[in-house]
């Protein structure tokens, strides 16, 4: 169980941090009923999940490995983040309330990949993160090692689904709003990094 903890812990310090899963997350609970929020922390943390494991096994290394490979992924997710991140700057209150009924599982699905999947910094320094502590573990730790940093994902996007829709009917539209704003703001400014790293290989 020590090992299982260990992982637990550890993923959780490396999921905790505000980034674009997060705000994406936290936007979706204020945004959506529950049930719909829920779905959406649900494919963030299967996606999350998957990136852990690929992580853990060397997988993110390819992406440091073949740089055309690598600035596909810096082009195709910037792209696609910016274009996030400027929808949720533009959203007019009206809009927000209407994208309660216009809840797409094949956008949010899309979504929560992009968020997860196409962020080549995340996939290279996880990969050493985990990498480095696989490095250390003893074969008979690996399995409850990786098996408590898998239930962090689950463990951390729904309980902040649920206290996010537990107190959003306090914080009214006008805290939406800034939400979004803020949500939207550092977003693009994540998506003009990436986009600016993609530019600077042809520099």
């Known amino acids: 169980m020590q090992h299982y903890f260990q992982g637990l812990m550890i993923a959780l310090a490396s999921i905790a941090p505000i980034g674009v899963q997060n705000l994406f997350v936290i936007n979706s609970a204020m ?12 494919c963030v943390f299967v996606f999350d999940m998957s990136l ?21 992924v810096l082009l195709i997710g910037s792209l696609i983040v910016l274009r996030i991140g400027i929808s949720l700057l ?4 009206g809009e927000l309330t209407q994208e309660k009924r216009d809840f797409s599982l094949k956008k949010i699905v899309t979504t929560a990949f992009v968020v997860t999947w196409f962020n080549p910094q995340a996939l290279i320094d996880t990969t050493l993160f985990f990498g480095a502590f696989r490095a250390s573990l003893p074969p008979q730790a690996v399995r409850p ?12 996007f729904v309980s902040i689904t649920l206290l996010v829709s537990a107190l959003k009917a306090r914080l009214g539209a006008g805290f939406l709003r800034a939400l979004n704003i803020i949500c939207g703001a550092v977003i693009t400014f994540y998506g003009g990094k990436l986009l600016w790293e ?5 520099l």
């Open 31 to 42: 945004s959506l009923p529950r049930t719909q929020a829920l779905i959406v922390a649900s």
């Open 52 to 72: 852990t494991l690929g992580a853990f096994f060397g997988m993110g290394s390819l992406i440091s490995a073949f740089p055309l490979l690598r600035s596909a």
């Open 90 to 93: 533009l959203a007019k209150g």
């Open 145 to 156: 090692f990786i098996a408590g940093c898998l239930t962090a994902s689950p463990l951390w």
């Open 198 to 202: 993609f530019a600077k290989a042809f």
